[in-house]
């Protein structure tokens, strides 16, 4: 490492770099920060990691993905479409007040509001407080993911986002991409609270004293998050010990890390799939079935895998990982060049055409780099894409405004089921529902929703998977998206930073149980 690199990385995070009097500080470096301080405002995972700290959920998953009590002390299936929840007493916001059913009420039909979120909640009925400390959920017909979702229901302060801000706005609207009173205000039940916050630069929490979880093994007082977009820069800055746990590491620099007696690297598959949307509304081609499926034969998924991704990564012919229940081992990664040719051919199009593709660069790992070999291989069928690639947070703008003929998107799926894919990526988009609420290439085929409207209601899980595993089959033959891979994870820590026991599978590292030696 250069001598300047390592003085601008001393001066950065040097102020940060003891712990305090009453505990350990961690500084992390991350590729970028959360868009906004509201739990419901972007599904994706840089808010339900922050959703972690600030706040709780009803109930989270553990490394095997079993499901643990949070708020949650306890439930138990009333009658076929009735869960009942019993909170913990005595637990406080951080505002002061004690959390109760009504919060949970509020906080439920507020997910049923956020555009991005609502689909989700789509299958429920309601939420109703029995008492101070039970509540309800009830789903419109017997739904087999009550549980599942009950680990995205993280209850707010609902007196504290109650009535209006100084500009006489509500406090609890949701705002995409905009100023609101939640964006940059936030009161939760979790270890942390937000002490100072430079959006882009620098994100401070400190622990709250009377946190309710005496359990915990954590002893992490003060955590700083730093935003770091070049791999190399994080990883130089744990090396040099200015920063204690960076995520995500490319795999690039694994062999580096795995030499370094100062670091530990943990690395585990993820089912996150990484893929492109084509969108039908801007692009007549996009609207043949045979121009999608040229170019998903001309997409060399094992390529990418092994030069791109170095190997920390499992190419995808579908949107379902292995172990899920929708996933079907005949749907292997498609490649062949001659036939993509052909059916450019067979559809009018043997000459091309030009189109754009966004993409961000510091969302996923070798997200530009995978765009760019994307966009070299379709230009072997003579598809000329003008590649603009960019930060997320001004991606998910442009994403949301479907501003891009081509568009990366990875999706993990919120139950940990192969429903949720489609529910978000491939049924026609409904503004009133949420449902295709990310599918940005407005593909709609009528069997493919009402198939995934069918396995809401499914209780037997072989019958159900088979209606899934079907789905996915019409979605590969129709060619409906391009899935490139399922990303693996990687984090790295210095060796006193105990790392393993708080990552997991699903990309939320739960920072209060984390031990600094």
Same mark, same amino acid.
């Given at each position: 490492?250069?001598?300047?690199?390592?003085?601008?990385?001393?001066?950065?995070?040097?102020?940060?770099?003891?712990?305090?009097?009453?505990?350990?500080?961690?500084?992390?470096?991350?590729?970028?920060?959360?868009?906004?301080?509201?739990?419901?405002?972007?599904?994706?995972?840089?808010?339900?990691?922050?959703s972690h700290?600030?706040?709780?959920?009803?109930?989270?998953?553990r490394?095997?993905?079993?499901?643990?009590?949070?708020?949650?002390?306890?439930?138990?299936?009333?009658?076929?479409?009735?869960?009942?929840f019993?909170?913990?007493?005595?637990?406080?916001?951080?505002?002061?007040?004690?959390?109760?059913?009504?919060?949970?009420v509020?906080?439920?039909?507020?997910?049923?509001?956020?555009?991005?979120?609502?689909?989700?909640?789509?299958?429920?009925?309601?939420?109703?407080?029995?008492?101070?400390?039970?509540?309800?959920?009830?789903?419109?017909?017997?739904?087999?993911?009550?549980?599942?979702?009950?680990?995205?229901?993280?209850?707010?302060?609902?007196?504290?986002?109650?009535?209006m801000?100084?500009?006489?706005?509500?406090?609890?609207?949701?705002?995409?991409h905009g100023?609101?009173?939640?964006?940059?205000?936030?009161?939760?039940?979790?270890?942390?609270?937000?002490?100072?916050?430079?959006?882009?630069?620098?994100?401070?929490?400190?622990?709250?004293?009377?946190?309710?979880?005496?359990?915990?093994?954590?002893?992490?007082?003060?955590?700083?998050?730093t935003?770091?977009?070049?791999?190399?820069?994080?990883?130089?800055?744990?090396?040099?010990?200015?920063?204690?746990?960076?995520?995500?590491?490319p795999p690039?620099?694994?062999?580096?890390?795995?030499?370094?007696?100062?670091?530990t690297?943990?690395?585990?598959?993820?089912?996150?799939?990484?893929?492109?949307?084509l969108?039908?509304?801007r692009?007549?081609?996009?609207?043949?079935?045979?121009?999608?499926?040229?170019?998903?034969?001309?997409?060399?998924?094992?390529?990418?895998?092994?030069?791109?991704m170095?190997?920390?990564a499992?190419?995808?012919?579908?949107?379902?990982?292995?172990?899920?229940?929708?996933?079907?081992?005949?749907?292997?990664?498609?490649y062949?060049?001659?036939k993509?040719?052909?059916?450019?051919?067979?559809?009018?199009?043997?000459?091309?055409?030009?189109?754009?593709m966004?993409?961000?660069?510091?969302?996923?790992?070798? #997200? @530009?780099?995978?765009?760019?070999?994307?966009?070299?291989?379709?230009?072997?069928? /003579?598809?000329? &894409? +003008?590649?603009? !690639? =960019?930060p997320?947070?001004?991606?998910?703008?442009?994403?949301?405004q479907?501003?891009?003929?081509i568009?990366?998107?990875?999706?993990?799926?919120?139950?940990?089921?192969?429903?949720?894919?489609?529910?978000?990526?491939?049924?026609?988009? #409904? @503004?009133?529902?949420?449902?295709?609420?990310?599918?940005?290439?407005?593909?709609? /085929?009528?069997? &493919? +929703?009402?198939? !995934? =409207?069918?396995?809401?209601?499914?209780?037997?899980?072989?019958?159900?998977a088979?209606?899934?595993?079907?789905?996915?089959r019409?979605?590969?033959?129709?060619?409906?998206?391009?899935?490139?891979?399922?990303?693996?994870?990687?984090?790295?820590?210095?060796?006193?930073?105990?790392?393993?026991?708080?990552?997991?599978?699903?990309?939320?590292?739960?920072?209060?149980?984390?031990?600094?030696?």
């Amino acid at each position: 490492m250069s001598r300047f690199l390592t003085i601008f990385l001393v001066a950065f995070f040097g102020c940060a770099s003891i712990a305090t009097a009453d505990g350990k500080t961690l500084r992390m470096a991350y590729d970028a920060d959360p868009t906004s301080l509201d739990p419901h405002e972007q599904l994706a995972s840089a808010t339900l990691q922050l959703s972690h700290l600030v706040f709780d959920p009803l109930v989270r998953r553990r490394q095997d993905n079993s499901f643990e009590p949070r708020l949650a002390e306890s439930w138990e299936q009333v009658d076929d479409v009735t869960l009942r929840f019993h909170l913990r007493e005595g637990v406080t916001f951080h505002s002061g007040r004690e959390l109760t059913a009504d919060d949970v009420v509020w906080t439920f039909e507020r997910l049923k509001k956020s555009p991005d979120f609502k689909a989700l909640y789509e299958p429920f009925e309601s939420a109703k407080a029995v008492d101070a400390h039970t509540v309800d959920i009830v789903t419109k017909a017997p739904y087999p993911l009550t549980l599942n979702l009950a680990t995205y229901i993280f209850p707010m302060d609902r007196e504290f986002y109650s009535g209006m801000d100084e500009n006489g706005r509500p406090k609890d609207a949701v705002v995409k991409h905009g100023s609101s009173f939640a964006s940059s205000h936030i009161s939760g039940t979790g270890p942390f609270r937000v002490s100072k916050r430079e959006q882009g630069i620098r994100l401070e929490l400190e622990r709250v004293d009377d946190y309710w979880d005496k359990d915990s093994p954590g002893n992490v007082e003060k955590i700083i998050l730093t935003p770091i977009k070049e791999p190399a820069t994080r990883v130089a800055a744990l090396l040099a010990g200015d920063v204690d746990f960076i995520a995500p590491v490319p795999p690039t620099d694994f062999k580096r890390l795995e030499a370094a007696s100062c670091c530990t690297l943990v690395t585990m598959p993820s089912t996150r799939i990484l893929t492109f949307e084509l969108n039908q509304d801007r692009v007549e081609a996009f609207q043949d079935p045979r121009v999608r499926k040229a170019m998903s034969y001309a997409i060399n998924r094992e390529g990418i895998a092994k030069k791109i991704m170095r190997g920390f990564a499992t190419p995808a012919g579908q949107l379902s990982p292995e172990g899920y229940a929708g996933h079907d081992p005949d749907l292997t990664p498609p490649y062949d060049i001659e036939k993509a040719k052909a059916l450019m051919k067979e559809a009018g199009y043997e000459d091309g055409f030009s189109v754009t593709m966004i993409a961000p660069n510091n969302r996923y790992v070798g #997200d @530009a780099r995978i765009a760019e070999a994307v966009a070299a291989m379709l230009a072997k069928i /003579n598809i000329k &894409v +003008d590649l603009q !690639t =960019m930060p997320k947070a001004q991606y998910w703008q442009r994403f949301d405004q479907r501003d891009g003929d081509i568009l990366m998107i990875g999706w993990q799926s919120d139950t940990q089921d192969s429903a949720n894919f489609y529910e978000f990526l491939a049924m026609t988009p #409904d @503004a009133k529902t949420g449902y295709g609420q990310y599918n940005a290439g407005d593909y709609s /085929n009528p069997e &493919v +929703d009402r198939l !995934t =409207m069918q396995t809401q209601t499914m209780m037997d899980p072989e019958a159900r998977a088979e209606v899934l595993r079907q789905i996915e089959r019409i979605l590969a033959d129709d060619a409906a998206l391009l899935p490139i891979q399922w990303q693996h994870l990687a984090w790295a820590a210095r060796k006193n930073v105990n790392i393993e026991p708080i990552v997991n599978a699903i990309d939320m590292p739960y920072l209060a149980d984390l031990v600094i030696d």
